[in-house]
């Protein structure tokens, strides 16, 4: 497998409202596993690993990190060594029971696992040369993936790219992402971002990236906060499979795409716009999302 960037065609979506014309962009096919914006964070940060003659790669994540995957699955294909510092303690003995973590170790990762209570010290410089003592020479990915590397590879998702797009949308994590694309978006352009997390505190990591704004962040459609979701999302996710046949993720782009549809009904954008959303992949996160589901017994994901 490798990795094709050129198969992020963009999806016209069908949705009359306002003469309004709503696109995707499909991030999400350029590999099964390292896709959308995993691939273009990873990028710059695993040429610089090579260019510096380092083979192990750590980096940090919960139970169903996407990142964690990527990770993973790109340090398998192109010959890393991969360590995961994961947070919670009790996932020790869990890992067959993960569908994230299952699939990580499957394609090489060690684990480390640690307290909630350390993992918050991540960043610390002891907290790093203590996994040094551990393991040796590595090159340190930041949870998530955002670096100045990270934004760097996030620049060119707009590559070839009309610049005839009144909006730019995306979900929001770590903001790598929508750092990135405010970085190759036109100052004429909007940029609108969709944490995936409660609360407004990416507004201070973003702006550390980014020099030009003509960004928004829209903080209603989080529902509840990070891998919080409910049987009106899931619903809508699955319509949107039978009506687009496009996937969406429960985490990220499910939630973008919930709250873009939102706001056309409420007239958010003006009439005739044409709106470019980034489908950031993240599919991985459907089995581990539909376990949950079912043990709660509500509705599923369909895949």
Known sequence: M??????????????????????????????????????????????????????????????FSNHIAAVAAAGFELGFETIGVIRGEELKDKING????????????R??????????????????????HDFGDFFLIPEGGTNELAVKGCEEV??????????????????????????????????LGFPALKGDFMQKDISKFVMQNNWTLITDYHFGGYAKINDELVAFINEFKVHYNIPLDPIYTGKMMFGIFDLLKKDYFSKGSKILA????????????????LKKHSPIIIT
């Open 278 to 293: 980034i489908h950031t992949g993240g599919l991985q996160g459907i089995e581990g999302m539909n376990s949950r589901l």
């Open 111 to 132: 684990f480390n696992f640690v307290t909630r209570d350390a993992y918050r010290n991540k960043t610390s410089a002891s907290f790093i040369n203590e996994l040094k």
């Open 158 to 191: 707009l590559m070839n790219v009309s610049s005839d797009y009144d909006y730019i949308c995306c979900p929001v994590g770590t903001g790598g992402t929508i750092s990135g694309l405010i970085n190759c978006s036109k100052l004429s352009q909007q940029v």
């Open 98 to 109: 993960n569908a994230t973590l299952k699939f990580a170790k499957k394609n090489g990762m």
């Open 2 to 63: 490798i990795f094709k960037p050129e198969n992020s065609i963009i999806q016209p979506i069908n949705h009359q409202l306002n003469s309004i014309e709503l696109s995707m962009k499909r991030e999400d096919r350029i590999h099964p596993f390292v896709s959308g914006n995993k691939y273009r964070k990873l990028k710059y940060n695993l040429l610089e690993a090579k260019a510096k003659g380092i083979t192990v790669l750590l980096t940090f994540g919960g139970a």
